[in-house]
């Protein structure tokens, strides 16, 4: 769930920084209205960035994701464990989690499952729209055109379009609706033929077809919206162009009054099919393709070096863009060179396995269970269950605790925050993104910053702070989710 929080997260943030370069790109020149290749490629980059960014984090080793770690959005995403423990860099801060952090992770699952849920619906419905308008080409009938056997007849659909069966060009169709028969002369309905065909010479169709699955991974977003809707009208410009290309002012003016008319035939709101459509019940939209017809624009941005601009713009968006999302989503940190020695002799010498598969190294601590992980009685509220974040191991007072792997001390305080309720307190990042933390302690025997290898001792069992006795208070997280320690590390537990 985390992942999809991420990316969730980081495609609302990068979408509506797309939608800002291209509407910079649009006040430069208004030209890029009519150019679709600049709007498929803002809106596939809402999705391409973030996933690539979460994919480039999985990969070993990832130092280009650390070293431009500034670019993290670890603010947004709460997903970086120092910071999710209360951590800048190496300095103490709010070392225990409290509830509020506890809420905070469920309200991320909750968010990621609504908008998984969300994705799920939005490709149902995408499918089931494309499954209609499939019917409805098997049940319609030839409009018995001289020449033109893909030209169909239905009356389940009120504005013409254009159909193609993905990967299938020479398998397309072009609907008509039954109620322009009689009423649509025959130089208009060739100008509709005309537009219709341009939209499967040029497979917007198709191309359609990817941008709304797109779209359905990025349903959240109404800035992935704005972008598709600039991609469809763009489209229609290009076609209308298609169709008045060379033509007089008065024939212009004709082709205008066939849309015009092909609006009120409409008469309301357009039946939707996943396909593109002759006209719509976007007013403005329409206003927008008559002025164009009206004033002949030229075809704009098809020359070569148009779209190698665009392809470089594009990658250096995505590159910097995945880049960030990957420090983020591995939210590690620049190495100190202590810490990187410490994980060189990590790597010689890996950790033993048990028979539950889980690391072992030198057990940390020799003592009774007296607490484990999640709901668990108040020592304080007699009759109250409250939940703990940790395991609490009861021992005499003394009794050596011992790093379980090779790490960095990140805290070693006997009040962080000015905060004395915890006592003394360490802290201690090993590899992996685990974070560790003991409290209660009587003493400890290092220092913040220590590089410490597995095995050696690094504090002693006490009952500083608010305790009931002698026992140390542990608790681990792995990439900001808390874990139960027990699950994690070897412990001597007596009975």
């Known amino acids: 769930m985390t992942a999809i929080f991420i990316f969730l997260v980081s495609m609302f943030v990068v979408s509506?920084?797309?939608?800002?370069?291209?509407?910079?790109?649009?006040?430069?020149?208004?030209r890029?209205?009519?150019?679709?290749?600049?709007?498929?490629?803002?809106?596939?980059?809402?999705v391409a960035v973030p996933l690539f960014g979460l994919l480039f984090s999985l990969l070993p080793n990832t130092v280009a994701a650390e070293a431009l770690s500034v670019f993290s959005l670890s603010g947004f995403f709460g997903h970086d464990p120092l910071e999710a423990m209360g951590f800048i860099g190496n300095e103490p801060a709010n070392i225990l989690a409290?509830?509020?952090?506890?809420?905070?992770?469920?309200?991320?699952?909750?968010?990621?499952?609504?908008y998984a849920s969300g994705v799920f619906l939005a490709l149902i419905k995408l499918g089931w729209g494309r499954h209609r308008l499939r019917r409805v080409i098997l049940a319609a009938d030839c409009a018995d055109i001289a020449g033109q056997d893909d030209v169909l007849v239905s009356p389940h659909i009120?504005?013409?379009?254009a159909y193609t069966p993905f990967g299938q060009k020479k398998h397309s169709h072009i609907l008509l609706p039954q109620s322009y028969r009689g009423v649509v002369g025959a130089d208009k309905i060739e100008d509709i033929l005309t537009h219709e065909r341009a939209h499967i010479v040029r497979r917007d169709d198709e191309c359609g077809l990817v941008l709304r699955v797109t779209l359905c991974l990025c349903w959240v977003s109404p800035f992935a919206h704005l972008l598709f809707g600039a991609?469809?009208?763009?489209?229609?410009?290009r076609c209308d162009m298609a169709v008045t290309a060379g033509r007089d002012p008065k024939m212009r003016r004709a082709y205008a009054d066939t849309l015009l008319q092909a609006l009120h035939i409409m008469a309301g709101r357009v039946q939707e099919y996943p396909a593109a459509a002759f006209s719509t019940h976007r007013i403005r939209n329409e206003k927008m393709r008559?002025?164009?017809?009206?004033?002949?624009?030229?075809?704009?941005?098809?020359?070569?070096r148009d779209k190698l601009a665009l392809s470089v713009v594009a990658a250096s968006v995505t590159a910097v863009g995945m880049l960030a999302i990957s420090a983020t989503a591995t939210a590690e940190p620049a190495q100190n060179p202590a810490a990187e020695a410490q994980e060189a002799s990590s790597q010689k010498a890996p950790a033993k396995k048990t028979s539950k598969g889980k690391a072992v190294t030198t057990p940390m601590i020799s003592g009774r269970l007296t607490a484990k992980f999640g709901p668990t009685p108040?020592?304080?509220?007699?009759?109250?269950?409250?939940?703990?974040?940790?395991?609490?191991?009861?021992?005499?007072?003394?009794?050596?605790i011992y790093a379980p792997a090779d790490g960095v001390i990140l805290a070693a305080t006997d009040a962080y925050n000015g905060n004395t309720k915890y006592g003394n307190v360490v802290a201690l990042k090993t590899e992996g993104g685990m974070l560790t933390m003991f409290a209660h302690l009587d003493g400890y025997t290092v220092v913040t910053g220590e590089a410490v290898s597995k095995g050696s001792?690094?504090?002693?069992?006490?009952?500083?702070?608010?305790?009931?006795?002698?026992?140390?208070h542990i608790e681990t997280s792995r990439n900001g989710q808390r874990v139960d320690p027990a699950d994690v590390w070897e412990f001597n537990l007596k009975k």
């Open 16 to 30: 509506v920084a797309v939608w800002m370069l291209a509407a910079g790109f649009r006040l430069i020149d208004r």
């Open 457 to 472: 001792q690094i504090a002693t069992v006490g009952s500083s702070g608010k305790s009931t006795g002698p026992h140390v």
């Open 290 to 304: 008559i002025t164009h017809i009206m004033n002949g624009t030229p075809p704009a941005f098809k020359r070569l």
């Open 378 to 400: 108040d020592p304080f509220k007699a009759g109250k269950v409250r939940n703990h974040y940790g395991i609490d191991i009861a021992a005499p007072t003394g009794t050596p």
């Open 158 to 161: 009120q504005s013409p379009l």
């Open 98 to 114: 409290d509830e509020s952090v506890w809420a905070f992770e469920t309200l991320k699952t909750i968010l990621a499952a609504l």
């Open 32 to 46: 890029v209205e009519q150019w679709p290749l600049l709007w498929a490629t803002m809106l596939a980059m809402c």
């Open 231 to 237: 991609w469809s009208q763009s489209t229609e410009l």
